[in-house]
């Protein structure tokens, strides 16, 4: 078999590029280790920049998330019994997010890309990129026990953290950079109306909370938990009791609950791979980096790293110049960082560490203090949160 650019990965980055490659006239193959139905199922991010927004109408897979997207102006940060409103549409110029969930936009991306005829292979099992350092790479996997090679141009990685392509790549040919947090989120969904019609991230002496939403009648919260903490553990009754304790008497006292329809616990990581480009094999998305979900930027991420690499692509088939690729990792990894870094202070604000002390928890109530005090510090959190230019 022969393609133009082999896609490892069918979730948002390779679906993206899939379908930008495919409306441009390159083909593509994507290559998926699990099935359809379990990618559909995995809860994941919900909250859309303007960008990767405009990036799913390029690909055409934008119209539902018009529909049913919420749109956001702004949001609030709850500390010390108040609740204090960022108004992202006021400090950014008018520029806003769009709440719609990850599976949502995977769900329209997979719809899109059987409508215009692109190859998916899923339960690919043994996907192994080779010869990449060369002219003439290829990648071998198995389907059904029987081992099958597709040779190509381009192998573009969008395989996740735990993927196979950046473990192809020779260990004293890549560097990278890891932050580890001590403590993740409990997330639940449940069919319930949200607290707030906006976002509210907590600041809280217990730990962070988030109650983020995907519909008007479905909710998406989270819990800071400690590491050692077990799903088992934590009954619905258990999680509606802990995260109105970290909110505002008016919040708590308002909030509707309900049965949870899904319960799972995150690690929160900080991982760059520097670079992204390894002679014809590209790293983008979670293959790439991984940020803390504190700020909402790992999807965002995705859908910056696939506008650089899908522009680099178009330009070396379409004006038969090698200066889009050759760029590609410069490029990306410039918004990475600053996404990285906002990521990191979000996370750093917001969640309680307990090894930092009574020290590192007044800073933090300076920091609040400042931000809620300061139309630049907001200013700043704003055009940061809606998403940096591309
Ligand atoms: P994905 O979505 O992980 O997709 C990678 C795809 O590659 C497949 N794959 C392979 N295929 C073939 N061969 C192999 N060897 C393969 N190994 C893996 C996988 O099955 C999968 O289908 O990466 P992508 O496309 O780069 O998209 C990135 C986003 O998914 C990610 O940044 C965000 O979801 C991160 N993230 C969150 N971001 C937010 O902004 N807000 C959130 O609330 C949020 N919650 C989360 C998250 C990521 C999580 N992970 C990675 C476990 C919660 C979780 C639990
Ligand atoms: C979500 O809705 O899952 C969500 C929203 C905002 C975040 C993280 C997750 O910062």
Same mark, same amino acid.
């Given at each position: 078999m022969r393609t133009q650019v082999v896609i490892i990965g069918s979730g948002p980055s390779g679906l993206l590029l899939g379908q930008l490659l495919t409306d441009a006239g390159i083909d593509n193959i994507i290559l998926e280790r699990v099935t359809k139905d379990y990618v559909l199922s995995r809860i994941r991010a919900g909250v859309l920049e303007e960008g990767m927004a405009a990036m799913l109408d390029e690909a055409g897979a934008g119209e539902r998330m018009h529909r049913e997207g919420l749109k956001h102006d702004g949001f609030s940060i709850a500390f010390d019994g108040g609740c204090h409103r960022i108004d992202l +549409? #006021? !400090?950014? #110029?008018?520029?806003? *997010?769009? *709440?719609?969930?990850? $599976? =949502? *936009? $995977? +769900? %329209? !991306?997979? %719809?899109r890309r059987e409508a215009t005829g692109g190859v998916t292979i899923y339960e690919a099992a043994n996907v192994q990129p080779h010869d990449f350092d060369g002219d003439r790479p290829y990648v071998t996997y =198995?389907? %059904?026990? *029987? $081992?099958h090679r597709i040779d190509c141009d381009f192998i573009a990685g969008c395989d996740g953290f735990h993927g196979v392509s950046r473990k192809s790549v020779p260990e004293g040919a890549i560097t990278t950079y890891e932050r580890v947090y001590p403590f993740g989120w409990l997330g639940i969904i449940s069919d319930v109306e949200p607290v707030s019609h906006e976002l509210i991230y907590a600041n809280h002496p217990r730990g962070f909370a988030l109650c983020s939403m995907r519909s008007p009648t479905r909710i998406r919260y989270y819990v800071q938990v400690g590491l050692d903490e077990k799903i088992e553990d934590w009954s619905d009754d258990r999680f509606w009791d802990e995260i109105r304790r970290r909110l505002p008497e008016e919040q708590a006292q308002a909030m509707k609950t309900g049965p949870s329809i899904e319960k799972s616990i995150a690690p929160l990581r900080s991982f760059v791979a520097e670079p992204l480009r390894f002679g014809r094999l590209f790293l983008a998305g979670d293959a790439g980096h991984i940020v803390p979900p504190t700020g909402a930027k790992g999807l965002n991420l995705a859908a910056s790293d696939i506008r650089y690499l899908f522009d680099g692509l178009r330009e070396y088939y379409q004006e038969k110049s090698k200066a889009g690729i050759d760029a590609y990792s410069q490029r990306a990894l410039a918004r990475v960082w600053k996404a990285e870094r906002f990521s990191w202070w979000m996370t750093k604000t917001l969640h309680l560490f307990p090894d930092d002390g009574a020290f590192g928890q007044k800073i933090q109530h300076a920091e609040l203090e400042y931000l809620f005090s300061s139309v630049a510090a907001q200013t700043s959190l704003a055009e940061n949160y809606v998403g940096l230019p591309y």
């Open positions: +549409h #006021g !400090l950014t #110029g008018g520029k806003r *997010v769009i *709440v719609y969930g990850q $599976t =949502e *936009v $995977t +769900h %329209d !991306l997979m %719809d =198995e389907k %059904d026990g *029987v $081992t």
